[in-house]
Each structure stands twice: as C-alpha cells, then as structure tokens.
C-alpha cells in the first residue's frame, strides 16, 4: 500500500551569500512492507528529503502526501508523534534515562499510564534482540549497537509505522551494521512497516529493496534489488 507520494518536489533555502536548491522536482512512492535507501553524495539532497519526509520542514514546492494527505494540510507534530519517528546515526537517546525509560518515553507522552508503557517498552525491547539486562542500564553503559537497537524500540513504541533512519549504522562495526540492517528489514517485510534510510554505505543500500540515487538535488535512478 502507497503510505507517502512526492510529487515535483522542490526545497530551496538561502544562505548569507546565495540561494540554495537543495532539492529538485524529486518525484517518487514509497509503500508499506518494503525497505528503501536512499544514497547519494554529500550535499546531494537525500538527508534534505528525509526531513521533509519526517515533516520537519515542508517543500518549497510540489506536494508531499502522507496516505493521500498534503503534509501542508496535516498537525505536523501529531504526525511525527504518531506516525513517523527517525533514528540517528548519533543514536540521540536521553541520558539520564536508562533503556526501559528511554523507550517507554513516547508513550507516556501520550498519557499512556507509566506501568503500562513500561511493560510495553520491556516488549519493544526484546523485540529488538535485547536481553533484560539492558533494561537498567543508560545510554553510557551500552555499546554503540545496543544504543541502536534501543533507538528502534524507541521509534517503535510510538506507534507508527513509517521509520526514517539517518546513516543508521554509521557508528556502528561491521557485526553490529548486519544485526541493525536485519532488524530494519524485519520491520518492513515482517511488521508491515515502511522503513526508509538514508546512507552511504552501498553494502547497506544493497540489502534494500529499493535504492534511490540523488545527485545535486535531483533523484537521477531507482533501482529495483532482486
């Protein structure tokens, strides 16, 4: 199922000296079920569509539609509270929370009662391949691939179903790139969800089911993986 469709998308911003086209007439769809990677040079516009994926800007020009919506037309906070959450590279958790709070946070944002969000987290979290361990443990006590995985069960326990993922696995080694690219892929093939990442790593874009190559703002191929 169609989840998003951009159509003659165009981002322009200005800087002190010129104006920037950060992104030109990028026309595509991504659906449910199926994992996309987005790849291209830096400076080539995919980490600029991402934003605009997760409605943390809007299109200078040409439409952006969530499930047939205009994302103009939609609460964009709802949106991304509700349906879309992205993963960084950096990992981004907070602190001062251990695992369990850390993914029990989304929820309890949304009044879901503390205990109960928690028990759920506790659910996310071995759904991601972590053991209980790590339950009480914070961000500082886990490897970088445990940070990661926490990271989804986080983005999971919004609700959603649209995952945006930014160079995911750039900080991680190379056994912990396999464990994160098969659980991204689990979540789309299995989950049903639409999983999209943006990266540099053809090895990781090659485990997708489809790449989409950006140069200078232009989305110039899709490639279809067998």
């Known amino acids: 199922m169609e989840m998003i469709r951009a159509e003659q998308v165009r981002y322009v911003y200005k800087t002190k000296y010129q104006k920037v086209e950060a992104l030109r007439d990028v026309t595509c769809s ?23 994926l997760a409605g943390l ?52 944002l949304k009044g879901v009662p503390v205990k ?12 991601v391949g972590l053991e209980d361990k790590i339950l009480k443990q914070y961000p500082q006590m886990m490897s970088g691939g445990e940070q ?12 959603g179903t649209i995952l945006l993922a930014d160079e995911p696995t750039g900080n991680l080694d190379t056994k912990n790139e396999v464990h994160i690219v098969k659980l991204l892929k689990d979540l789309a ?6 999983v999209i990442v ?14 989409l190559c950006m140069q200078d703002g232009a989305l110039i191929e899709v490639q279809e993986n067998g």
Not at 69 to 85: G, L
């Open 30 to 52: 991504f659906e449910t079920g199926k994992i996309y990677s987005i790849v291209g040079e830096s400076g080539s516009g995919k980490s600029t569509f991402l934003s605009l």
């Open 57 to 108: 800007d809007l299109p200078t020009a040409g439409s952006l539609c969530i499930e047939g919506r205009d994302i103009r037309t939609i609460n964009r906070d709802k949106y991304r509270m509700e349906q879309a959450s992205v993963v960084y590279q950096a990992f981004h958790l907070f602190p001062l929370l251990t695992a369990l709070e850390n993914v029990a946070f989304p929820m309890t």
């Open 116 to 127: 109960k969000a928690r028990e759920q987290a506790k659910q996310l979290i071995k759904k």
């Open 148 to 159: 990661q995985r926490v990271a989804i069960a986080r983005a999971m326990a919004s609700g």
């Open 189 to 194: 093939h299995r989950e049903n969800y639409l």
């Open 198 to 211: 943006v990266t540099h790593n053809r090895k990781v874009a090659y485990e997708t089911d489809m790449i």
